[in-house]
Nanobody, 117 residues
Framework: QVQLEESGGGLVQPGGSLRLTCTASGSVSRLRTMSWHRQAPGKQRELVAR???????EYLNSVKGRFTISTENAENSVSLQMNRLKVEDTAVYYC???????????WGQGIQVAVSS
């Protein structure tokens, strides 16, 4: 059984920074894609950033140049460095792990990020 634990959320002023981290425990293959999604109140969940085991990345257009996704394979973790935060980045952020070998995905419980002055 795979479990994901997120940390690093909180309240920050516009222009500030936060770093989210998600650590996976259990049987985690190296053939995987790790992602961050977010859901703001009244809106659909959207992909923020994704990184494959090959190192390929993908970003939501509105966060390009501000957010950076990175993984620590030895620790089965993925981080999202968020800089120059905007009010519209306020949302619950979710970590997702997709295991290619068994074609299954797992989700974290979500962590709140609030950007407000």
């Amino acid at each position: 059984q795979v479990q994901l634990e997120e940390s690093g959320g909180g309240l920050v002023q516009p222009g500030g920074s936060l770093r989210l981290t998600c650590t996976a425990s259990g049987s985690v293959s190296r053939l995987r894609t790790m992602s961050w999604h977010r859901q703001a109140p009244g809106k659909q969940r959207e992909l923020v950033a994704r990184m494959t085991s090959a190192g390929d990345t993908e970003y939501l257009n509105s966060v390009k140049g501000r957010f950076t996704i990175s993984t620590e394979n030895a620790e089965n973790s993925v981080s999202l460095q968020m800089n120059r935060l905007k009010v519209e980045d306020t949302a619950v952020y979710y970590c997702q792990l997709f295991l290619s070998g068994i074609h299954r995905d797992f989700w974290g419980q979500g962590i709140q990020v609030a950007v407000s002055s």
